[in-house]
């Protein structure tokens, strides 16, 4: 009686493990490869919500620029927003949120992410040239054949101290800390079939960065 009773117990909860069915099956295997991936126009958008979420950032937006005569920010959009959050920090997200809701305007996360990296780029870059401007004070102060290297050098570590120490440069270092499991792919892109696209590469042209930035 026992053993009839525990032979029930264990068919009955054999019978309540779902089998994989063939698309689940087929859906795992692309998130393995999701590196592959390329044009998806013809994927089905519950598929899609499935596997995009699984991209990085360089993964998502080849995706999206391979994939001709289909919109897929319904699916990417909330995607975008999770990168921006992730990059720029919660409180840059709300700042945005609010002047959209003030403005009353509306822009797609992928859009607001691309303007923001633009912006950050551009400060790093100020901040690197004000760098090379004091160089080149301090090169035109010594003046030709006047050597006081050691002066020069002491004067440069301070500049140079004094800038690593400024807010904006902590700003951006923060970023790029937080940036780099999401925006770097590090892998070499093949072609593939399936889901993936015949246009499949780890790299893609940017879209048009907006008039004005967030």
């Known amino acids: 009686m026992y053993v009839e009773m ?20 087929c859906v795992r295997t692309v998130i393995d490869n999701v590196r592959y991936l390329g044009d998806v ?5 519950h598929l899609l919500e499935r596997i995009l979420p699984h991209c990085t950032v360089d993964q998502l937006l080849h995706v999206e620029t391979s994939t001709k005569g289909r919109d897929l920010s319904s699916v990417t959009d909330k995607l975008w927003k999770n990168f921006y959050e992730l990059q720029f920090g919660r409180e840059s997200m709300k700042i945005v949120i609010e002047r959209m809701k003030l403005k009353k305007v509306s822009f797609r996360w992928r ?3 691309e303007a923001k990296l633009k912006d950050v780029q551009e400060a790093e870059n100020k901040a690197i040239d004000r760098l090379k401007q004091l160089y080149k ?3 035109a102060r010594s003046g030709p054949g006047y050597n006081m290297s050691n002066v020069k050098s002491n004067i440069m570590k301070k500049a140079k ?3 690593m ?17 999401s925006h770097h792919s590090g892998t070499t892109v093949r072609k593939s079939s399936g889901f993936c696209g015949k246009n499949s590469a780890s790299t893609s ?6 008039e004005r930035r967030f």
């Open 111 to 113: 859009q607001l992410y």
């Open 137 to 139: 004070k301090e090169d």
């Open 205 to 210: 042209k940017h879209s048009k960065p907006l």
């Open 165 to 181: 120490k400024s807010q904006e440069v902590k700003n951006l270092a923060a970023m790029k800390k937080k940036a780099v499991q």
């Open 6 to 25: 525990r032979s029930r117990n264990i068919a009955d909860k054999s019978e309540t493990r779902k089998t994989p069915s063939l698309v689940d099956l």
């Open 161 to 163: 101290i004094d800038l």
């Open 41 to 45: 126009g013809e994927t089905d958008s």
